[in-house]
């Protein structure tokens, strides 16, 4: 049976990307019960730590050993490290505060943003109908958002910075994937969290700048402290599903084609959706899943749109999420 899907590519990439976005859910959830105890940069780190341990020790021997990390595009890599980490430091700020199934679909506007810096770096031509997409997504962003409302948290903004993080990193992973494999690009992102994370740890770990009202900066200054009972259990499997996720969104995008992949990204939504309430009793109300309704759906169409445009012109690349 495992021989027949590996033998089917869309099959085998629909399938990668399930297993990814059911790791993605899992880290995201977790990160946010977390968040009321720890500091972000401390479990970063600790999920840095133990995804590498599993990429290194589980996927490495799984993928040809060493050989796959050999790359000429060190600096590159750093630069992909960069936005990730800049994307999941914002993305999980803004969790601290924010409603799950509300925060993920926020960063779904990311599809939109990579379709303008398509437009801006890579001089691509966008017709009409994305363009009116870009505006009914930028209209559902405003619907959760609700500015100048008392609903409105100035946290919400910190997922749209994620995905303008997301986006560059898109950018940059057209150009390098191609060549590089897909485990080297998450060894490197592993690396890069282990590195800034731990800069970031030297800098507040010690608790000199905590206290703050605003559960998004208390998450980011608040104090390292050690680990206790079940939460070393939640860290590992954050840790698990991070490396797990990374290399099986990035095997889904090599292996079959982005029109394939992309749209179960979207799985995402209902998964945050589900953690939410079961895990911290959050339900969107009405407005919130209009404007979700219209961020997811736009995203789905600018999709489609990008990858049938592409697929005639250039190999689809793997990408890496959170």
């Not at 009321?36 to 020790?57: E, K, N, P």
Request: with cysteine.
């Amino acid at each position: 049976m495992f021989r027949s899907i590996s033998d089917n590519p869309t099959l085998m990439g629909a399938l990668c990307a399930l297993v990814a976005v059911f790791c993605f859910s899992i880290n995201d959830m977790a990160i946010k019960f977390l968040s009321g105890g720890y500091a972000l940069h401390q479990v970063v780190l600790f999920r840095s730590l133990i995804g590498m341990v599993v990429l290194l020790t589980i996927l490495l021997p799984l993928s040809g050993g060493l050989a796959a990390l050999r790359t000429r595009r060190l600096g590159m890599h750093l630069l992909r490290g960069a936005c990730v980490v800049f994307a999941n430091m914002t993305f999980f700020l803004g969790l601290a505060a924010l409603p799950l199934a509300e925060g993920v679909a926020i960063f779904f506007v990311s599809p939109l943003i990579i379709t303008v810096f398509s437009v801006i770096f890579l001089k691509e031509t966008v017709g009409p109908l994305r363009w009116a997409a870009i505006a009914l997504g930028l209209v559902g962003i405003l619907i959760v958002l609700r500015p100048g409302t008392e609903v409105f948290q100035p946290a919400a903004l910190l997922p749209v910075a994620a995905a303008f993080g997301y986006a560059t990193l898109h950018m940059l992973t057209r150009y390098i994937g191609r060549t590089e494999s897909a485990l080297a690009m998450s060894f490197y992102i592993q690396l890069t969290f282990i590195l800034i994370s731990s800069g970031m740890g030297v800098a507040f770990g010690k608790g000199q700048f905590a206290g703050w009202d605003n559960a998004s900066l208390d998450f980011m200054f608040r104090e390292w402290v050690m680990p206790h009972g079940r939460d070393w259990l939640i860290l590992v499997t954050v840790g698990a599903a991070s490396a797990f996720g990374g290399f099986f969104i990035s095997q889904a995008y090599r292996v079959a084609e982005a029109a394939v992949v992309a749209p179960f990204e979207y799985v995402a939504m209902p998964l945050a959706v589900f953690w939410g309430v079961l895990v911290f009793a959050e339900w969107p109300d009405g407005v919130a899943i209009a404007g979700i309704a219209l961020i997811i759906g736009s995203g789905l169409f600018m999709v489609w749109r990008e990858a049938k445009s592409r697929r005639a012109k250039v190999p689809d690349t793997p990408r890496y999420r959170r």
